[in-house]
């Protein structure tokens, strides 16, 4: 596709209802990284796929958290049990390459999650 | 661990007054440093990069050159747009990871005209 696509832009979720977030990255890129950004901060990492298999996991905050990628493109977090500390702007990124190595990483508009 | 200090903002400019806003990071080994630019609506967009120490990354009149001896990479431009509005975010790449960024807090410019 033309970029990374993420869905939906914004969720509102009583807290203690699971949420699924997609990512839908560029095309062929092999690598794919979920962050979590709040309020006034900047991103920060919270796992990373390289094709279907997740090398990184260590930023995921919590065992609620849980991220997918099964046939190497599309990837889904899922936050079991929502808490209101989860609100924040979950962004994707991928890149064409193995890491960011010589490439560059492309970033998704974002998943606006608030928790109530 | 790796971590990157900027500017606190929000900055606010007229139109063509310079821009400097301070980045300074915490690496081992040697990092990759970045310039992200978030426009309102948008996505976090690759503003311009260096790999090395004495490195100078620009791009659409931005400037930032790496400084290893005062481990920074401070970004500017001469002349700001109305159309520069935006947050802007250090980060780096390294420190034993070729593929984690670590990012500043963001530094919101506003350009008035």
């Known amino acids: 596709g033309a970029g990374v696509s993420q869905s939906p832009r914004y969720k509102v979720a009583k807290r203690g209802q699971d949420v699924a977030l997609r990512c839908d990255p560029i095309?062929?890129?092999?690598?794919l990284f979920w962050y979590q950004q709040a309020l006034g901060q900047g991103p920060e990492f919270l796992t990373y796929?390289?094709?279907?298999?997740?090398l990184d996991k260590s930023g995921l905050p919590s065992d609620r958290f849980f991220a997918e990628r099964p046939e190497g493109s599309v990837s889904t977090l899922k936050i079991q049990r929502t808490q209101q500390e989860d609100s924040a702007v979950y962004l994707c990124?991928?890149?064409w390459g193995r890491g960011l190595r010589n490439t560059e990483a492309f970033f998704g508009q974002g998943t606006r999650l608030t928790v109530v | 661990g790796n971590s990157v200090t900027q500017m606190e903002g929000p900055v606010t400019l007229s139109e063509e007054a310079f821009l400097t806003i301070n980045c300074t990071y915490t690496?081992?080994?040697?990092?990759?440093l970045f310039w992200y630019v978030q426009y309102p609506g948008e996505g976090l967009q690759l503003l311009l990069k260096?790999?090395?120490?004495?490195d100078k990354g620009s791009n659409k009149g931005f400037e930032a050159t790496y400084r290893k001896e005062t481990t920074s990479f401070h970004l500017e431009k001469g002349s700001v747009q109305v159309s520069d509005s935006a947050v802007y975010f250090c980060?780096?790449?390294?420190?034993?990871?070729?593929?984690?960024?670590?990012f500043g807090k963001g530094t919101l410019l506003t350009v008035n005209p």
């Open positions: 260096a790999t090395k120490a004495d």
């Open positions: 690496a081992t080994g040697y990092p990759s």
């Open positions: 990124a991928s890149s």
């Open positions: 980060a780096l790449n390294g420190g034993g990871s070729n593929y984690k960024l670590t």
């Open positions: 095309s062929g890129h092999v690598s």
């Open positions: 796929f390289q094709n279907e298999a997740q």
